[in-house]
T-cell receptor
Framework: ELKVEQNPLFLSMQEGKNYTIYCNYS?????LYWYRQDPGKSLESLFV?????AVKQEGRLMASLDTKARLSTLHITAAVHDLSATYFC???????????????FGQGTILTVHP | AAGVIQSPRHLIKEKRETATLKCYPI?????VYWYQQGPGQDPQFLIS???????DKGSIPDRFSAQQFSDYHSELNMSSLELGDSALYFC?????????????????FGPGTRLTVT
């Protein structure tokens, strides 16, 4: 059974600081997603990482994937209050070639950025 | 751009009642997924459909059933509702495997239906 673990689960940051969220998973996967969720809202896709060594950046967020270590990181640079949200990583398992298959989510990291 | 549509957005039911949630995928998307997110929890996969056939099944209670129709919309039917069924229910849609060649791997999530069972 695929297990996906994020850490930390809670992250309180000051504006302007850097930090990294880690996502470990237990089984080989062909792609990994990062989502952002505001309270009571839907899941907003941030990044899709497809291959070993993949790195993607959007604004103050950068995601990377190491498939050999089964580890993805979401790095936050110079945090601002607007980044406060819950961040999920999700790992994809192909259901057999005819569909994309389900996503298994990490527990989520609740990020709070203080002035 | 068109997004995944879910209805209703909010639903309040009493214990032992039934509920039907609807999902309209993004046009041209042929795969639909249902997820349940309890308070403070991560989304849990329930069930998925590809071309109107069930393609995968997760931790979906026997009291729940779902189907995908010829126009690709999907419905999640929930019977004998329990207090523990109170959650956000998300539908997501995507293109199937051939779309990988075009680089579109996304699962796009709808706004969710908040179900409250009292």
């Amino acid at each position: 059974e695929l297990k996906v673990e994020q850490n930390p689960l809670f992250l309180s940051m000051q504006e302007g600081k850097n930090y990294t969220i880690y996502c470990n998973y237990s089984t080989t996967s062909d792609r990994l997603y990062w989502y952002r969720q505001d309270p009571g809202k839907s899941l907003e896709s941030l990044f899709v990482l497809l291959s070993n060594g993949a790195v993607k950046q959007e604004g103050r967020l950068m995601a990377s994937l190491d498939t050999k270590a089964r580890l993805s990181t979401l790095h936050i640079t110079a945090a601002v209050h607007d980044l406060s949200a819950t961040y999920f990583c999700a790992v994809h398992l192909d259901a057999g070639g005819t569909s994309y298959g389900k996503l298994t989510f990490g527990q989520g990291t609740i990020l709070t950025v203080h002035p | 751009a068109a997004g995944v549509i879910q209805s209703p957005r909010h639903l309040i039911k009493e214990k032992r009642e039934t509920a039907t949630l609807k999902c309209y995928p993004i046009p041209r998307h042929d795969t639909v997924y249902w997820y349940q997110q309890g308070p403070g929890q991560d989304p849990q996969f329930l069930i998925s459909f590809y071309e109107k056939m069930q393609s995968d099944k997760g931790s979906i209670p026997d009291r729940f059933s779902a189907q995908q129709f010829s126009d690709y919309h999907s419905e999640l039917n929930m019977s004998s509702l329990e207090l523990g069924d109170s959650a956000l229910y998300f539908c997501a849609s995507s293109l199937a495997a051939p779309a990988q060649l075009a680089g579109d791997y996304e699962q796009y999530f709808g706004p969710g239906t908040r179900l409250t069972v009292t």
